[in-house]
């Protein structure tokens, strides 16, 4: 299996309530001890995450190469800067249409990260596919 969670919460300080606080701490230990795969949120709340940690992967050395020249053949992977200063690949942008058939859910300029420590490659691979219409080959 894979294991997907979307975020949707603000992220200024000025916005921040006690929900929103407590979203993100479970976040964190739920990446702490590997039970996410994917990260599914608006590209600003991912950008953010990656300010204090490096939660996401270099998606050119973890996706399976028709997918990534594809993706990036179509304009939809956006680079992130690490903790070290290096500029990887590490977002893909989705469509609203993808979101919304895949999940039944809206949300602002929506893209997916697969965190840095995911353990199930294969599972989360095959879901990506899934969410893109890709099939394998």
Known sequence: ??????????????????DT???????VTMVAVKQIDMIIAPE????????????????SEYLPED??????????IETMTNSEGETFPALIN???EELSSELEMQM???????VANSENKDNTILLLRRFLGM???
């Open 1 to 18: 299996y894979a294991t997907v969670t979307m975020l949707n919460y603000p992220t200024e300080d000025s916005q921040l309530t006690q």
């Open 21 to 27: 606080i407590a979203s993100q701490e479970k976040l």
């Open 44 to 59: 600003s709340l991912n950008r953010s995450l990656v300010e204090n940690v490096d939660y996401f992967l270099d998606l």
């Open 67 to 76: 997918i990534y020249s594809r993706l990036e053949e179509e304009g939809r």
């Open 94 to 96: 989705v469509t609203q």
């Open 108 to 114: 602002d300029d929506p893209t997916i990260g697969i």
């Open 135 to 137: 099939q394998e080959g």
